[in-house]
């Protein structure tokens, strides 16, 4: 049983959501009769707890817009270094390919010299050795002249 009389009754238990009960619409009403300091307290904590979440709410609404600014920025700032990024490789990739190109012309050159000198040498040899036979049947003639 409930003291009406008492400094701080009970705290009476919600009724189920949907649900009209006038007995426990009544013992709210005697409560607050008869405790009106302690309802009033009760209230103030939950219009204070209200205040502390509005304000949490706030700084973290406030919170979430700058990390928005903050990630709007960073993206901006990868997507310079990645541009940056691709523009020296695509810059380091042309002079690479000029400088392949190059050599590989100084290389067809030097190819095509070799291959025309080593033509020539091929060609020298014969001669020489034309000209080494002939020499030798020359000095073979003279052997057989002077003995």
Known sequence: MINLLS????PIPL???????SFYHLMNLLALLTNPDRHRKHLGEIFEAR?????????????????DVARTEHDAQIKAERDEHDRSIAEARAKFDNQCGRDMSEVRLKLENATMLEAQAKADATAAATLRADLEARLEKIKQAAA
């Not at 205040?51 to 990390?67: G, N």
């Open 15 to 21: 009724a189920p959501d949907g649900e009209t009960n």
């Open 7 to 10: 400094p701080s009754p009970p």
């Open 51 to 67: 205040m502390a979440w509005q304000d949490a709410k706030s700084e973290a609404q406030k919170a979430l817009k700058e990390l």
